[in-house]
């Protein structure tokens, strides 16, 4: 989490009922107890070893200043990078390390001497777990360290500065070696930004074919961006020892990913080449995916894949030729990867979408289909020699299905499964994985190998239970295993032994926090707990919260998590001033749409710029009451988007006011990004909400017309649909206030900050009551303690103006 700069204001514009003013003014700090909770220690993160007998405890800082949140970035290529330190420059760091045994006791920290500020990340356990790997960012440089999980010590292996500017800098070849992206040695200054134009910035397309991209971010925008981009993504590949030796592999080069074969004889690598685009980031850029050997020779050339300007449009498209190339995880050296037959167009007519095949070392013969797919195929977990599981999917029709197959070629392919993937009671769950000899992730399979196991949410009417689960991989049929039990919300992890017996979870409830505990499911003995985190914010402890249903006039079945303040008295304290959060969901029918969301017996703590703070002023929240757009008998979702959202919102205030804890006259609705464009369509059609909260929205369909969310339409296509429901196109009809706020640095694909920038000026241009929060140096999310704090301040001292208050004559 980055560094330095000069003070920073926040520019925040408030509209009156004569004159607009702009008023600069300074951040501001949330009522108690919000900044103390902002400002409490956070819960360390959690990883298992590959041998499954430790946890490593990564300890997280709080929330970053507002001074490193603004420290110089480059925006290039749909990457933000830290020109001082080539890496990321909005990533979420650790501070320390420990190590506890699973088999219980106390964690030994890993003893290290970092350089002050520095922070940890990269952390990459090595094949047999004896060892970790991570990288340590001070403001200067990026470098790897190893820690000893025997000593509990971690060293600096080199000082050699990394490059991480496209992606994790290294990966394990071995339980000796790594290969790593460096700083090319002599590279020079990085070119001059600015200075006199050479010339206009020109662009044709002379194709004839419809190039339709995504309104993405940060993409190069001149000749100088190019150079830039180039500098910094340039890297020099190395091997680099336990003992710190290095050895440089072939010549610099834009590598993209970088991982090392099973058997630590290959390297398979993307390399991103000339030339570049205006149009879309680096993913599309041209990409040269070859294997090679350990003195950087190339043993194969897999794809040197052109420049993508026509991004692949709608859920089912993907790019022609090879694509998706990996290592098979339980072979030493056998490539991977995928390829369309419908030339990536899922409107062709074929009878197989999709293929998977497969080459050994020393990759010079043909390659073998491993397995054809009607649908488009999108992931394999590997077994053994006569064992795989293959995933295909239908994004516009929400089903996918599960094979077992026989890489062998000796067997047919039998399926698992055929399931709605939007249909959260009936998903079997997800297959649970365990790292072999290799570091690689593999199906966990039973002794015999006749069965595999599953994890899954346990989503039902009654809300979540989590689950394990035993398969037959011959019959599909299941065998319960575990399922979480109320009071608690136990969430399976991992199994911690070589018998399937003894399950790692992760337990909590509205009480108890998260914490980490070991179950004897065999001998049946009451779990232990290993790890002892504590409640990060004991403030809240008094809230209660209920998980409730309800149902939509049209017949959908709806829910909601609905919290009330510590120590409120229905009988006593009467009805209260209700604050929604939602987000909207489109489902392809009612049946998905009305399943339960959530659980009731959740630890539930705010974080960040959370809505939940607001249960501190005296406020009830209604958390997420679902609010799906469903599409079915050949419509899509959105052709009656407005007359859902207003229908869900009705039944969600309808609910609270008849539970006798909500005050109809005085509830407020907010979201982020599509929950605030929500927002701002639900004041825009109803009077229901006395003012509304909009968070990173985007307000204008024009501005994003090749598609948004679910919808793959084209505004050409669909100009009504896209005018209907824009909130900018409906501004003269908001008659409440409402409070946008948004990142000044938005990176998220849809939402430019000029999304908000025009609909305040739409909203003011009516006579709209409204204010306009701006964010220096935020994107999408919020990150910095002081904007934090601000959007907090900012959130209830609006409920607090024109939600809280009782109208006159309310009575």
Known sequence: MPRLIRPLVVLTLFTVTTTPAAIAQGYRQPPAPIAQILDAPATPAVQLSPDRTTLLLLERPGLPSIADVSAPELRLAGLRFDPNTNGPSRENNFTAMSLMPVSGGAARRVAMTLP?????????????????????????????????????????????????????PCDWVDAARLACRTIPDNRGAAPVQGGTPAGPIEQETMSGKAERAATYQDLLKSPTDEKLFEYYATSQ?????????????????????????????????????????????????????????????????????????????????????????????????????????????????VAKRDRALMLDAPFTGNARTLVETEWRASGIIWARADLALATETQQKDRKSRQWAIDPSGKTAPRMLWERSSEDRYANPGSF????????????????????????????SSEGDRPFTDRIDLTTAKTTRLFQSQSPYYEQPIAWIDERTQRLLT????????????????MRRMAPVQLTRFTDPAPQFAGVTSQLITYTRVDGVKLSATVYLPAGYDRAKDGPLPFFLW???????????????????????????????????????VMDNPTMPIVGENGKEPNDSYVEQLVASAKAAVDTIVAMGVADRDRIGVGGHSYGAFMTANLLAHTRIFRAGIARSGAYNRTLTPFGFQGEDRTYWESTDLYTTMSPFTNANKIKDPILLVHGMA?????TYPIQSERMYAALKGNGATTRYVQLPAEAHGYRARESVGHTLAEMVGWLDRFVKPKRPNAD
Not at 143 to 166: E, G, H, I, K
Request: glycine share 8%; no cysteine.
């Open 116 to 168: 002050t500020g520095a922070s940890i990340a990269n952390v990459q356990w090595a094949p047999g777990g004896q060892k970790v790997a991570f990288t340590v960012t001070t403001q200067g440089a990026i470098t790897l360290w190893v820690a000893d999980l025997a000593t509990a010590s971690a060293r600096q292996l080199s000082p050699r500065a990394l490059n991480a500017v496209l992606g994790a």
């Open 237 to 349: 590949l190395v091997l680099v020892s336990l003992e710190g030796k290095i050895t440089k592999l072939g010549n610099s080069e834009m590598v993209r990913r970088l991982d090392a074969s099973p058997d630590g004889r290959f390297l398979l690598v993307d390399v991103v080449h000339r030339p570049f685009s205006y149009q879309v980031p680096l993913q599309y850029f041209p990409t040269r995916t070859e294997v090679r050997d350990l003195t950087g020779a190339v043993a194969k050339l897999v794809v040197d894949r052109p420049l993508v300007e026509r991004v692949p449009w709608r859920g089912d498209a993907t790019i022609p030729g090879p694509r998706s190339a990996s290592w098979r995880a339980d072979a030493t050296s056998t490539l991977v990867w995928l390829e369309a037959l419908d030339d990536g167009d899922p409107e062709m007519k």
């Open 432 to 459: 649970m994985i365990v790292r072999n000899a290799s570091g690689r992730a593999v199906l966990l399979t039973s002794a015999d190998g006749a069965s595999a196991y599953l994890n899954g949410d346990g989503a």
């Open 506 to 521: 992760r337990r909590e409830s509205k009480t108890d926090a998260p914490n980490y505990w070991s179950r004897d499911l």
């Open 582 to 620: 939602a987000y909207p969901l489109e489902f392809r029918s009612r049946e998905a749409a009305s399943q339960v969301v959530g659980s009731p017996n959740r630890f539930v703590r705010p974080t960040g710029a959370s809505h939940l703070f607001m249960l501190t002023q005296g406020y009830g």
């Open 746 to 750: 938005d990176d998220n694909t849809g």
